[in-house]
């Protein structure tokens, strides 16, 4: 019967879930808890616990440190007898192993949890203030404070607490804290204490009465000199005040022998770290005056007088206070808000984004981060969105109408999931952090401590994603569902946002013009069709998408223009609403600037190519080539091919811009690949957009084939593959006669055909323009626009320059007759990889025809250390010291031989020419110049080698370039600072000097 009865507890163990029965039954045999065993009612109070076993070990060191053995006995016997303490002793020992050590290490700390007053139920800050009075040196203090957390705890675990009661019970806890530590200060110090006048003010969660068991207490100090001082006393009261409050920060924050309490934390005073840690009253209100942040003015949103002297706190709080509500209208608001929000996105480790409670996607941060951003836009108007607690601020936001009422007890719900997680997860060792325990105990700990027992880990997992895909869902629309239903013109049984405060909100999420913003949204949401319920659905992420952009009214009525071409199209919703990256990408487009967004406009349906990563991909040279040569076919008529030419380019020149711009917003920086893989991919659309454009010339010419071949030579940065959105193609057209035809007649064909495919070209089109520049040609404007091989060999040989040597050092075919081109580049290449250099006096003339260039293309009044093209360290200055290396040793080391700038400075670093650090620092500007040129084009909707002057689109070429929000003159110092390197490096080499 022993075993079977050994059998029988073991079951009953693990049934009631002890993850060790067998351990358990030992030590439950051991006569541990008294020499008869534990009964059944001490058997479910352990079972019911977060972790059976945890609690069992704790439970066993209690009784037995025990002082006397009549105290163990009365310890199990009226754990035994009185249900509140078993529910409320066990719960803690269960689910912290920190507060069971503080039991096991203080074994009379048990009998404070034997019964509480009803008084005691809900305690205020008179009664821990009571709770820590006799708390007369730090040791008492910190023995205090623990006493009042168990009792706090136990409340929490036992059920008679809810998260809301807890968080503000620990927060009074804090204060009476904070004015206890500081009665010790002053009593250490009296003189010091005479000397001035210090009030404590509480920030944070502290502040706002919502305190979590474990954290950082955020403070400001404030001092004065005593009422009636004279000025002198000034400055030994601050010191005074310095004091004092450093060594309350130390009290509370010190470890000994009986623990620590929590840091003390007063970086968020004026100016951080590297400000004073006591200011005065006269000195906090002109900090905030003249030099104070967003995020500090959102900060002081939770400031709270809390200890010290309260009459200097008040004054204190009343002189920030008005200065909180005046936030929004502060010039840079949305800027500082926007880069608020990104920072704490990019903080998170990557190894615990999946992790993070607090400020991971739909965590804790996100709702605090919502919920103080629409009291700041709207509480400078309605004094009832004050609260500094985030429950009671949400539940003010729904009741004046800000958040709908179902979204914001959603909400509600969610933030106490995740609070009361965290506040568990904090419990176990009384360690601050905010991450998801990754062992399976830890975890199902925490899920029995929540009431989930049939699968903790697999409900609490369930419930965290649930929540946080909550929280993530009303992120967004919590600011843009309220605009939605105020404009909707539907019966949402909730109240609306009054006009008024659409469009406050509007504003302060950067809309310039928010009546305007306001009527799109009303002509894209408004009735009950199913095209206004999809895009109501739609809008929250968009329009989240385009505040975070330099120029959200644009992006608003790009979306609005392409919606209104394509929103009856039966795939153009369906994608955008199934397809997540579909809406999110075109969000980015539409707000990037002119060039996409024009390109979409006047093809809507390109919209599809967003909806992967497929759809952005650049198609290659050949299948562009294939496809426009077969569009060229379909047409007789030429200017109908070539207008179907110009379908195909304007086409792709969306993808490229459309995946240049998702990309810029993915993977801010400089990003070489990207700045090539433009390059690239324009220059094979040109060079197929040419290929079809020279079929329907010479088609018209003379039919199926022309009298002489024909090839088209690329120059410049088009064959360099170098070219930007906006470039012009450099070419020179050359042929040759067929075998039988002589060269008058070849000549006349040649010409006929390169001034047709001129022609097609400059037919006027609202398409971005393919504009060919055959001046580079011999002779330039003055000689013939076309040469046979044969001409440009006797050329070459009797008459070249060596600025034409340098040109055609980017010479490359790029349509016609392949074997043609061949054979020009072999005729060339003497010329251009002269054997021994170029010499000392053409080195000399190149010098100067360089220095000329500048001095006569470079604008009036352009500004030299901002000019891409032709400014210091710009795309000029690199690329002719690079070209100027190659003349001099490609005959010698084939490896220079390529018309790519970057490949070019490589090989020139690989073969000693250069040092790493100078092809380091000239590929870094020419980089930075060609992503500047980009930029320039895509936000204005046409070339420019200069920043722009506007704000608007001078921050949208910061957006593109990586920067944050209100960087714009960041990115100009950076800029002046990579381009001036670049310059004394060229100074060197292309100038020697």
């Not at 020499?35 to 019911?48: F, I, V």
């Not at 293309?857 to 352009?862: D, H, M, S, T, Y």
């Amino acid at each position: 019967m022993v075993g079977g009865r050994r059998e029988s507890l073991f079951g009953q163990l693990a049934r009631r879930g002890f993850s060790a029965p067998a351990a358990a039954e030992e030590i439950l045999h051991s006569g541990a808890l008294g020499p008869g065993g534990p009964d059944n009612t001490l058997l479910d109070g352990l079972g019911a616990t977060a972790d059976p076993d945890l609690a069992l070990h704790a439970l066993v060191r209690v009784t037995e440190n025990q002082p006397e053995p009549a105290d163990r006995t009365l310890l199990l016997k009226t754990l035994t007898s009185s249900k509140p303490l078993r529910d409320r002793l066990l719960s803690v020992l269960g689910a912290s192993e920190a507060l069971g050590d503080h039991l096991a290490a203080h074994p009379d700390e048990w009998r404070v949890l034997v019964s509480f007053d009803t008084a005691d139920l809900h305690p205020g800050l008179a009664d821990f203030e009571t709770a820590l009075a006799g708390a007369d040196d730090p040791d008492r203090l910190r023995l205090a404070y623990r006493r009042a957390l168990l009792m706090i705890a136990a409340r929490d675990l036992s059920g008679t607490s809810g998260f809301v009661e807890t968080a503000a019970e620990l927060a009074d806890l804090a204060t009476a804290t904070l004015r206890a530590a500081l009665r010790i200060a002053e009593a250490e110090a009296p003189e010091d204490a005479e000397r001035c006048r210090l009030a404590v003010v509480a920030m944070g969660k502290c502040g706002g009465g919502e305190l979590n068991y474990v954290s950082d207490v955020d403070v400001i100090f404030v001092g004065e000199a005593p009422e009636g001082a004279d000025q002198e006393a000034e400055g030994p009261a601050m010191q005074a005040a310095t004091r004092l409050a450093a060594r309350l920060m130390r009290i509370c924050s010190d470890t000994t022998a009986e623990g620590t309490i929590w840091p003390v934390d007063a970086n968020l005073r004026p100016e951080g770290r590297n400000g004073p840690l006591v200011r005065s009253l006269a000195s906090h209100v002109a900090y905030y005056h003249r030099w104070a942040k967003t995020w500090e003015f959102q900060a002081l949103l939770k400031a709270r007088p809390v200890a010290g002297d309260r009459a200097l706190g008040e004054e204190y709080h009343a002189a920030v206070a008005p200065l909180v509500w005046e936030a929004a209208a502060r010039e840079n608001f949305v800027v500082d808000v926007q880069q608020m929000r990104r920072r704490v996105e990019e903080s998170i480790p990557a190894a615990h984004a999946g992790r993070e409670l607090k400020l991971g996607p739909g965590g804790l941060r996100d709702v605090e981060f919502a919920v103080q951003l629409l009291q700041l836009v709207h509480g400078r108007g309605d004094a009832e969105l004050r609260s500094p607690t985030t429950l009671s601020a949400l539940s003010a936001l729904a009741d004046r109408g800000y958040v709908g009422r179902v979204d914001a007890a959603q909400l509600d719900a969610s933030y106490q999931f995740l609070r009361t997680v965290e506040h568990r997860i904090q419990l176990h060792r009384l360690r601050r952090t905010h991450l998801m325990p990754d062992t399976e105990d830890e975890l199902r700990s925490i899920g029995r401590s929540l009431g989930f027992l049939k699968d903790p880990v697999a409900e609490l997992n369930h419930a965290w994603r649930r929540h946080t895909a909550v929280v993530r869902r009303l992120h967004e629309k919590l600011f843009y569902r309220p605009l939605l239903e105020s404009v909707a013109q539907l019966d949402a049984g909730e109240a609306r946002l009054s006009l008024g405060a659409a469009e406050e909100r509007l504003v302060a999420l950067g809309y310039d013009d928010p009546t305007a913003a306001l009527r799109h949204l009303k002509a894209l949401a408004s009735g009950v069709s199913r095209k206004a319920s999809i895009q109501r659905t739609l809008l929250p992420v968009m329009l989240d998408r385009f505040a975070d952009s330099a120029d959200p009214d644009a992006g608003l009525l790009g979306f609005r223009k392409v919606s209104d071409a394509l929103g009856n199209t039966p795939w153009y919703l369906r994608l955008l609403r199934d397809e997540g990256a579909a809406a999110e990408n075109l969000a980015r487009v539409v707000a990037s600037g002119r060039f996409a967004t024009d390109l979409l406009l006047r093809a809507p349906e390109a919209v599809s190519l967003l909806g992967g990563e497929e759809g952005l991909r650049p198609r290659g040279r050949q299948a562009l080539e294939q496809e426009i040569l077969a569009a060229v076919g379909r047409h007789p008529v030429a200017e109908e091919a070539v207008a179907a030419v110009r379908g195909v380019r304007r086409r792709e020149l969306f993808r490229t811009a459309a995946a240049d711009v998702i990309d810029a917003y993915a993977e801010p920086g400089l990003r070489p690949e990207a700045v090539d893989r433009v390059g690239e991919a324009v220059t094979d659309l040109n060079a197929a957009a040419l290929a079809g454009a020279l079929r329907t010339a010479a088609r018209t010419h003379s039919g199926d084939e022309l009298p002489t071949r024909f090839a088209i030579i690329g120059m410049g940065r088009f064959g360099g593959q170098e070219l930007n959105y906006g470039s012009d193609a450099d070419v020179m057209f050359v042929h040759e006669p067929r075998e039988g035809v002589s060269d008058e007649e070849a000549s006349r064909a040649a010409h006929a055909v390169a001034n047709e495919l001129r022609r097609l070209l400059q037919i006027p089109a609202p398409d971005p323009p393919l504009l060919i520049d055959a001046d580079l040609r011999p002779e330039g404007k003055s000689g013939p626009l076309v040469r046979s091989l044969t001409g440009y060999e006797a050329y070459y040989r009797r008459w070249s320059r060596v600025w034409e040597s340098q040109a055609l050092l980017r010479a490359q075919p790029m349509a016609g007759d392949e074997g043609l081109g061949e054979r020009f580049l072999a005729l060339i290449d003497p010329v251009r990889y002269p054997e021994g250099g170029p010499g000392e006096d053409a080195e000399r003339e190149i010098r100067r025809l360089k220095a000329r260039m500048e001095a006569e293309r470079l604008p009036r009044g352009a500004d030299p250390t901002l000019h891409a093209k032709l400014g210091r360290g710009g795309l000029s200055d690199v690329e002719w010291t690079v070209q100027l290396l190659q003349l001099r040793h490609a005959h010698d080391r084939p490896e220079l031989r390529t018309t790519r700038t970057r490949p070019a400075l490589a090989a020139a670093q690989a073969a000693g020419l250069l040092d790493e650090d100078d092809a380091q620092t000239l590929d870094e500007a020419w980089l930075l110049a060609s992503r500047v040129r980009n930029a320039v084009l895509l936000v204005r909707g046409r070339p420019g080698d200069t920043f722009p002057n506007a704000t608007r689109e001078l921050s949208g070429v910061a957006r593109y370039l990586g920067y944050d929000p209100g960087h714009a003159g960041e990115m100009l110092e950076d800029y002046r600072r990579t381009t001036r390197r670049a310059r004394a490096v060229v100074d060197r080499i292309f100038y020697e000097s």
